[in-house]
């Protein structure tokens, strides 16, 4: 007989695909003039293989946003994320490093692709070029002359350098975003009705993270990766804060949410981050890495799990503080079942404490904990 999580399972999926149909006969006509979109998820990978994500899908255009955006410009933004048709069974056509791909979006408008980069990579670069074109399919026809028009996305895709020492995959809420994710409806009123310039990064983050990327040599690349489980469709306003608030440039690493067997599976939160952190270290198997997080959810226990996997290419764990006394015990407990490993694994009451300790193993060049200090202290007065 099946469980109750199979019969919701399948009775959602079942809703979604009748939903889906339903949308398509009732509204189809409506949303003909909505411009087809490619949207390009920063690609990554090494010399030996390169990740590319992306999506296809019928949605107006996002407006830039501003620091004078009133509370009706941030919902309507926030309803435009989330107000997109996909565009399923569509080739993609993948053109990097002078060769060209080809794949198929899935019935979300997805697509998913890994290539082998040529041998000859110039050396020290990081970010090539990349061009996504839909076959096909133009424009339909707008007041603005697009129409007719082939559907063309251009992009950067990054590959970590030979010379990288280490890598950093870092959580996004509540570890570089300000978030509060325990509290659901503080998370929603930030999320829904806030934009990229009202949004607060943790003090002294956007320094740290430059220091790490730096390395303790400054002619260094070390590359970021940004995990977390908030949906697909709020990445453009991550690429937005992160570029306000100088953030290093890395892959964003998001989820896909719908009434699915993704959403519903009870390690969903669990099992989404730890694919794409295994993702990334498949694609980088010769770098270590460094990873950052915060005790609020699970990035303790999926850290942990990671370490048990990987015991030699994890440098350090930071997590940093935002939970109450009775989580902080059994975070420190499971801290304490990690170092058999001999992995650091602290939980840290702010950034400079993470930095200290990172100066101290030489990740980070000593002589920028003054510019993470004035930042903390910057950010803090802000």
């Known amino acids: 007989m099946a469980s109750w999580k199979e019969l919701l399972t399948n009775t959602s999926t079942d809703i979604e695909t009748q939903f889906d149909r339903l949308k398509t006969r009732l509204f189809g006509r409506l949303d003909a003039d909505e411009p ?12 030996e293989a390169v990740w590319l994500k992306g999506r296809v899908l019928r949605q107006k255009w996002l407006t830039t946003p501003s620091d004078r955006d009133t ?5 309507l933004a926030t309803y435009q994320r989330f107000d997109s048709d996909e565009v399923p069974n569509v080739t993609v056509r993948i053109e990097a490093f002078g060769q060209t791909h080809t794949t198929v979006t899935d019935k979300s408008g997805y697509f998913e692709l890994t290539i082998n980069p040529p041998n000859d990579l110039p050396p020290g670069r ?4 990349v061009r996504y074109s839909v076959d096909g399919l133009v424009q339909p026809a707008s007041p603005n002359g697009a129409g007719g028009k082939p559907i063309v996305k251009d992009g950067y895709l990054m590959v970590s350098p030979t010379f990288s020492q280490f890598g950093v995959i870092s959580d996004i809420d ?12 503080q998370t929603a009123k930030l999320t829904f009705l806030g934009n990229a310039y009202t949004r607060l990064p943790f003090a002294g983050i956007a320094a740290f993270y430059r220091a790490l990327q730096s390395g303790p040599v400054t002619t260094l690349f070390n590359p970021i990766y940004f995990v977390s489980s908030s949906p697909w ?6 690429v937005d804060f992160f570029r306000i608030q100088g953030i290093p440039k890395g892959p964003i690493l998001l989820r896909d949410y719908s009434l699915s067997t993704k959403l519903f599976a009870s390690e969903g939160h669990h099992t989404h981050k730890l694919a794409m952190i295994r993702k990334v270290l498949d694609v980088n198997p010769h770098l270590s890495f460094v990873l950052i997080g915060d005790s609020g959810q699970q990035d303790p226990e999926i850290y942990a799990q990671v370490i048990r996997e990987n015991p030699n290419r994890i440098r350090a764990v930071y997590i940093r503080d935002v939970s109450e006394d009775r989580r902080d015990e059994s975070v420190r407990e ?36 003054p510019e993470i200090r004035a930042d903390r202290r910057s950010d803090k007065e802000d």
């Open 126 to 129: 990081v970010w090539f070029p």
């Open 71 to 75: 509370f009706w410009h941030n919902m």
């Open 233 to 238: 469709n709020l990445y453009d306003l991550l």
């Open 174 to 185: 509540d570890t570089v975003l300000v978030t509060d994710a325990t509290n659901l409806l």
């Open 36 to 47: 087809y979109k490619i949207i390009y998820y920063r690609g990554f990978g090494s010399p």
């Open 334 to 369: 499971l801290i304490r079942t990690t170092e058999a490993f001999s992995v650091p694994m602290l939980l840290v009451s702010d950034t400079v404490a993470a930095a200290e300790h990172a100066a101290s193993m030489g990740l980070i060049d000593p002589d920028t904990l």
